[in-house]
Structure formats: C-alpha cells, structure tokens
C-alpha cells in the first residue's frame, strides 16, 4: 500500500510539473477556479464579450506566473463541446463531472489518485439500484453518467423530499454519498468524498506538499453545486451578480459575514474581474477595455500584454472599430523589426513590413460581421538578455469559420525590462490541426 501511494504521488508530482513547472518556478500568483456555464460562459451574451475580455486579461497579465482551472458539471463529452461553441481559453487544470475527475494540462491527464479516493463506500450499481425506485427522477442523457456521478432531473417541488429519502436508503445499503442539487432541475449523487470543493481542497493540499501553494485563490460560481467552493479556508470567492436562488440562499444561511465572499455586481466573467478587483488580487483592467493602445502607458509590460495588445488592434482595425489613421500603422511598423519575417502556414514568407502594408488596404473589411480574434496558452522563454521567444495560439473567427495557427514569435525588448515596449523579430506560424483556414489568401498575421 505504501509502495502504491508514493507512485500515486510521484506520478501527480509528475503532472504538476508538465503544467506548472516549465513556466512557473514558484507559487502561482493567483489561481482562479471558476465554473463554466452562466459564470466564466454567459449563454446569454451572443458577442462573448465578457468571456473575451476575461481572456485578453489573463493572457496579458495572469498566464505567466498564475494558474487557470475550470471547474464544472459538465461531463468530458460536453466540457469539449462547450470549447469548440465558445472563445475558451486552455486551463492548467480541468475539474470535470461535479468534481469527480481532476485532469491536467491541455492533454488533459487523468489524476488517478483522486480516482481511488473516490471509490472508498462507492458502489454505482447500488445507486443505479435504488434510484429507480423514484418516479420523480428523470435519468439525464448518458454523456452526463459518469463512473463517480449519476446525474437526474428533479421538479425543485419535490427535490428536498427525494433527497432525504434516498440519502437515507443509500446509508442503509453502506454507501457514503453526496447529493448535490443545483440549477432547480439537476440532482447528482456523487461519492462523498467528491465534489467541486473537495476537488479543489486535494488540489490546494497536492501544491502545498510540492511546497508551492498558489499566493491566492479566487472560487467563481453561480449554482447549488458551486457552493462548497466558498467554504474552502484562505480562499475569495465570488458569486457572479446572475447567481441562482440556491447559491445565494447558501450564502444567507452560511457565509453572509464572510468579507471573503461577495456577490459582484456583474454578470460572469465581468464578475470574476470585478472580484480580482475587489480583492486586490492583481490587475483587473482587460486591454480590451483600452481605447486607444497609441496613448495609453502600461506600468508593467511583459510579451504576453505586447501580444495581446497586437492582435487586439488586428481585430479592431479589421472590423473598422478604430480611426484609419497612419499614426496606427506607423505604431506598428516601429515594434516590427525591418529586416523580420513572418513564415505563414502555407510556406510562404514575407516582411512585417510588407504585412503592414497588406494590412492597410483590409481596413474596414470584416465591419459588421462577426470577427473576433483572441489568443490562448501565450508562454513566453527568455532566450538571452533581451530577447523572449513567446509561443501562443492566435484564433479567429469570422462568421461560422473557426481557425487557430500555433505562433512562435521572438520578440525583443526595448529599453529597460520592456518599459518601451517590445520589438517583433520573427514569426513563424503553423495551423492547428483540425483548425486550418479553407482560404488562407485572407490570413495576414
């Protein structure tokens, strides 16, 4: 048994490294733990807005020293479903199906140890058993079962009754479970070993035994299944201002008093910044709340603000939301390097400069259509005293065309520790696959 828990741990050790160690060598930052739909995704916002401007923060100023995790409901199945709809970017770590599944990075790396925590007084068979026993559930699609949950529908009129009922036959039959209702209609029983806030607790303890304790952390949620979150020690949290009726009684009943705890102002991701805000956890103002990139002085630059910065200004200049002035492309040719070469997907390569000038003439060509551009997974090395080679994933959309190419890009640093900004000196791009462009003619950076 010793021997299978120190290989349990080497092999988690293992994973956190691949996630955190290759770019961060100390305690994140801040990590954020956020819920998916209706508190990081607002289904309710067509533009995504509020998810974008969530993603041009992080990457700008969080993903180089902090650590994103996902926290949902939502099976593998649908979780992958949701990052193909919508402008996600990749977490560090993913907390899948209720806080029954723990993966890692962006292959997504099972944690096996928090698989056999689970399974003590877990028997599904018995579940499955007893549930059927209850007309009033409603058994949810077969995506949403999964080895450590069982997921149903349930009128809210009769949920508490069901739910005290069936916990007790459970207990009867030796098993030790949770049942978590959450949205007035999704009753999931899990092991009581699980859920979203004892997923997190293992994960605070796993990087504490590593000796890198994340400095702070900051809880999002707006359902029932949200709640346990909040009542983790040392951690923010933060109800977004569209929290439904079950967390915010939570919060009544148990948290109120907790200065730690607020409800924003704002609705999902716009309520997640509001809460760095409020909590002083770091920068809280998106570059794409920026009007104008030209005038505007950031204290503390670094090559992820300078790569956000530059596709933001792509998008805006393309969707003709900024001035076709020569003062902006001007601004632009003076952080390319003359002499530097961008190597497109298709092989072809070209000047900066010349990419400037193809630029130029597009102005205005995607007004009132549905273009977007954000990027993702932006990491950055220093190769030598003043120069970082930065790799990132840079996707657009325009209309329902979806396409991602792999960027790797040295940039140098102008002046002291970037305070004048950053110079392009290469740019070398590949399609992501499954993601290339059925006309690539159009795609300039």
Avoid at 315 to 340: F, M, Q
Wanted: charged share 25%; proline share 4%; net charge negative.
């Amino acid at each position: 048994m010793l021997t299978s828990l120190k290989l349990r741990f080497g092999r988690l050790r293992i994973l956190i490294g691949t996630v955190v160690m290759d770019r961060i060598t100390k305690a994140a930052r801040l990590m954020i733990v956020s819920d998916l739909d209706h508190t990081m995704v607002d289904h309710h916002d067509p533009e995504n807005m509020s998810l974008l401007r969530f993603n041009a923060l992080w990457e700008a100023n969080y993903r180089h020293d902090s650590l994103l995790v996902f926290s949902t409901g939502r099976s593998p199945i649908l979780y992958k479903q949701l990052r193909k709809e919508k402008p996600m970017l990749t977490p560090d770590i993913t907390i899948m199906s209720v806080g029954t599944e723990i993966t890692y990075g962006d292959l997504m790396l099972p944690d096996d140890g928090w698989v056999e925590i689970l399974n003590q007084k877990w028997d599904r068979n018995v579940v499955t058993e007893e549930t059927s026993k209850f007309p009033e559930l409603t058994l949810q699609a077969e995506t949403e079962q999964r080895p450590h949950k069982v997921s149903f529908y349930v009128d809210k009129t009769k949920a508490q009754v069901v739910m005290k009922e069936l916990s007790d036959r459970l207990k009867k039959r030796g098993l030790d479970v949770k049942i978590i209702y959450s949205g007035g209609m999704d009753l999931d029983i899990l092991p009581q070993g699980a859920g979203k806030g004892q997923a997190l607790a293992y994960l605070l303890k796993k990087f504490k035994n590593e000796g890198i304790p994340p400095v702070n952390t900051l809880a999002c949620g707006d359902s029932g299944n949200d709640a346990e979150l909040f009542s983790i020690p040392d951690v923010y949290g933060v109800m977004v201002s569209n929290a439904q009726e079950e967390l915010l009684q939570w919060h009544a009943e148990n948290a109120k008093d907790n200065p730690n705890v607020i409800h924003a102002k704002e609705r999902c991701a716009a309520g997640i910044i509001e809460a760095i805000g409020h909590f002083k956890l770091g920068s809280n103002s998106s570059p794409r709340d920026i009007a104008d990139f030209v005038e505007c002085k950031v204290d503390h630059v670094n090559p992820g603000y300078e790569v956000v910065k530059f596709y933001l200004f792509y998008e805006r200049w393309r969707r003709g939301d900024t001035d076709n002035c020569e003062t902006y492309i001007s601004s632009l040719k003076a952080s390319c390097d003359p002499s530097a070469i961008v190597v497109f997907p298709s092989g072809a390569e070209k000047t900066l400069h010349e990419c400037m000038h193809t630029l130029k003439v597009h102005y205005g060509d995607q007004k009132g259509k549905q273009f977007r551009v954000w990027v993702d997974r932006v990491l950055s090395t220093p190769i030598g005293s003043s120069t970082w080679l930065v790799k990132f994933d840079k996707w657009e959309l325009a209309g329902d065309e979806r396409c991602c190419c792999v960027i790797t890009a040295k940039i140098n640093v102008k002046g002291s520790g970037g305070s004048d900004g950053y110079t392009w000196a290469n740019v070398q791009q590949k399609w992501l696959e499954g993601y290339e462009k059925k006309d690539d003619s159009t795609w300039l950076f």
